[in-house]
């Protein structure tokens, strides 16, 4: 397995993490005996960044991990790095009910994923979506006190912009910021890449595939579930879809000469943007896991990613990346 650091303060991880978002929620049903045998797996290969969320299917994600992790051997236990994301609100509906990220807030959700993890520390924690109404430097400075307790290894940030990136590392060190980055979501680019790489941040890029969208399995005809996100992101859409599959094509061509799949050359792409760069990816089942891990064998030269870069221009994907109402929540798209 080839590692990276995350950031100058951070720990090394695996060069691809695994994010078990879609093991517990948003993607439409998940077989849970073939989730713990994904995160066996992915173990078994050397990956030690696990991602999650607290609000992930409401607590199954983290027990769901923390399963995982106590029937894991003992060496790879002990290696796992737990990630983990808080502050969405829910109801007992499964409705989403805004961000809280006040001081006595963060410290709660931390002791309940301890709990629900069945783990002493949690190596990177932070608030998924920033809480307007609370100064960025609170909730941060409440993870840099549970730092301080031994209860968090590393602070982190999700989907914020340059400006809150900047006030966050000026309270206490931050070793990731979380947000989407692939071929067609390259929005992190301009401001928020360069904000990172001045201050010594590193990015654990998630949607590597846009949400399976530019693997190469999303089909045109796909049914979706009616609790699977997709079904009401705007890139899924009608004529959205249609035309990202189209770019999906022109991939697959640039894919194929090379000997590679779709996913494996989207998930390279993203890994030869940096060093600095880990890619998060969603496999659920042993066999796109399998694959994912071997975009860690793709090399793409200077040829190569002019290639990919033809097939799928910045800017290309239609629709954006986010529901109108939960673009509004995005610190990083302001
Ligand atoms: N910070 C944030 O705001 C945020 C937001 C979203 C996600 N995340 C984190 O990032 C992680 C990754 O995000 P994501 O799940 O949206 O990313 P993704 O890797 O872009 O998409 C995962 C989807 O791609 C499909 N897929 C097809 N081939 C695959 C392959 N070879 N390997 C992996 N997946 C393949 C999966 O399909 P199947 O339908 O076949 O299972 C799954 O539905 C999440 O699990 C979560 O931990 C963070």
Known sequence: MLHRILGTTGPQVSALGLGCMGMSALYGDADRAESVATIHAALDAGVTLLDTGDFYGMGHNEMLIGEALRTAPAAHREKALTSVKFGALRDPDGNWSGYD???????????????????????????????????????????????????????????????????????????????????????????????????????????????????????????????????????????NLQRNLDLVDALRKVADERGATVAQTAIAWVLSRGEDIVPLVGARRRDRLAEALGALDVTLGAADLAAIEEAVPAGAAAGDRYPAEQMAHLDSEH
Do not use: M
Request: charged share 25%; proline share 4%.
């Open 101 to 239: 990220g006040r001081p006595a807030a963060v410290k709660n959700f931390a002791a309940y994923s301890l709990q629900r993890l069945g783990v002493d520390h949690i190596d990177v924690y932070r608030i998924a979506r920033v809480d307007p109404d609370v100064p960025i430097e609170e909730t941060v400075g409440a993870i840099a006190e549970l730092v301080e307790a031994g209860h968090v290894r590393h602070i982190g940030l999700s989907e914020v912009g340059a400006d809150t990136i900047r006030r966050a590392a000026a309270v206490a060190p931050v070793t990731d910021v979380q947000i989407e980055y692939s071929l067609i979501s390259r929005g992190i680019e301009d401001r928020i890449l360069p904000a990172c790489r001045e201050l010594g941040i590193g990015v654990t890029a998630y949607g590597v595939l846009s949400r399976g969208l530019i693997s190469g399995h999303f089909t045109r005809d796909r049914q979706l579930a009616a609790n699977d996100f997709r079904g009401h992101s705007p890139r899924f859409q009608g004529e």
